[in-house]
């Protein structure tokens, strides 16, 4: 079944569609959703960020170009307003966020667990990857975003957005191997 | 191995997490799938990129998804907006924009050929008119126009906002209408029900019928 594209849908908002929104909403709230929960680590502000990016994407498709993909565009919107919510947040909020990136030295039970499960050790490992690592991950792995794309969303440049995914894999490794799971790599 | 070729390596490796999601270009897939099949070490470090891949993809799905308070919280911002004003004749210029983008080209040489064909018709009826009106009538008066308006009758209707052209297309076909003329200030459009002049009581009873449609916004007979 042949569904309508993203741009054609952002023409008809342009023109006061509601449907038109309602189909462009179902179609990607979870995942604007959820990568603005990655950044924000706050379900309520997640949730209030997501109507907000919406809404600006209301009011700005008629200026929409198509110069990137839609999603980019509202991943772009999402991620400049996430921060701008970090920026404000009380300086106690980001300590305490902080801390939870920080990884334990010491084995809790989960810790003793997740090493006999690869699997469940990586993905706690992602979580205690610095935000901007997070978001490299997220965005290329989950969001199947390119270097171009990433670019787009981030306004970084290409090398950059290269070193980062990189960098961010290293770091992922090395937390690896402090669980005491060695990869061989790096 | 030389520093060429660690260089070549190292700039492959950077490309892994892309060539796992597939997201490199063509020429850029090929250049890796090349680099993995020589090098054991490299093809190691894939799997390596493609374990994380998946693990990112569990980690994202487990996060659950907003309630259904966020779609409503922004309709509601929506609905509190300036209306908007669009230009209609832009809309339908961006709906039938969006019809021929959907043809397929075959679909669309076709199409062309059928109005190619249909002006040639059009053209030759009009001469052939113009003609027998000129070798049977002396001389006529440009007041006297031919009424074809009084053939039919006919309603004024506004469509929904949020029905698509194919909705209007489909609503027009499905209950035999045909627009006449519009659209006019307030996007109305001038829309031919009947082929004859229908009594009262009838079109009354059409016009209810056609106003229970999502893809009418108004509908009235004009005086």
């Known amino acids: 079944m042949q569904t309508t594209s993203d741009e054609v849908l952002i023409r008809r908002i342009a023109t006061g569609d509601r449907l038109a929104m309602q189909v462009l909403f179902a179609r990607h709230h979870v995942r604007v959703y959820r990568f603005v929960l990655r950044l924000v680590r706050n379900e309520a502000t997640a949730e209030d960020l997501i109507s907000e990016v919406f809404l600006e994407v209301w009011r700005g498709a008629g200026k929409f170009e198509g110069r990137s993909t839609v999603s980019t565009w509202m991943l772009s919107i999402a991620r400049f307003k996430a921060l701008s919510i970090l920026r404000h947040r009380p300086d106690r909020e980001l300590d305490e966020e902080t801390a939870d990136t920080i990884e334990d030295q010491a084995d809790d039970p989960e810790m003793v667990l997740a090493k006999k499960d690869k699997g469940a050790a990586l993905r706690q490992c992602l979580n205690k990857l610095s935000p901007e690592h997070r978001e490299i991950i997220d965005l290329v792995y989950y969001h199947e975003k390119s270097v171009a794309e990433v670019v787009e969303i981030v306004g970084i440049p290409e090398p950059t957005v290269k070193t980062r995914m990189f960098y961010a894999r290293k770091k992922l490794s090395e937390l690896l191997k402090e669980q005491g799971i060695d990869r061989g790599w790096p | ?223």
């Open chain 2, 1 to 223: 191995m030389s520093t060429a070729n660690e260089d070549e390596r190292s700039e492959i490796e950077m490309l892994l997490p892309w060539h796992a999601a597939g997201t490199l270009s063509p020429r850029e897939t090929e250049r890796v799938e090349a680099a993995l099949a020589s090098d054991p070490e490299l093809a190691r470090r894939y799997e390596l990129v493609r374990e994380e891949l998946g693990q990112t993809i569990h980690l994202n799905e487990t996060l659950g998804a907003p309630s259904a308070r966020a779609m409503e919280r922004l309709f509601t911002k929506i609905d509190a907006e300036p209306a908007r004003k669009p230009a209609l004749s832009q809309s339908i210029a961006a709906r039938v924009g969006e019809f021929f983008a959907g043809l397929s080209p075959r679909t669309l040489a076709w199409s062309a050929s059928a109005a190619v064909l249909a002006i040639l018709l059009q053209a030759g009826l009009i001469g052939g008119l113009v003609f027998k009106q000129n070798s049977e009538s002396g001389y006529g008066t440009a007041s006297a126009p031919a009424n074809l308006a009084a053939d039919g009758t006919y309603a004024l209707i506004r469509f929904a906002p949020q029905a698509s052209a194919a909705d209007i297309t489909k609503f027009l076909e499905t209950n035999k209408l045909s627009i006449a003329d519009g659209p006019a200030p307030g996007g109305l459009y001038r829309v031919r029900i009947a082929g004859t002049k229908l009594p009262r009581a009838e079109i009354t009873r059409i016009i209810k019928t056609l106003q229970i449609d999502p893809v009418v916004g108004m509908i009235a007979v004009p005086e």
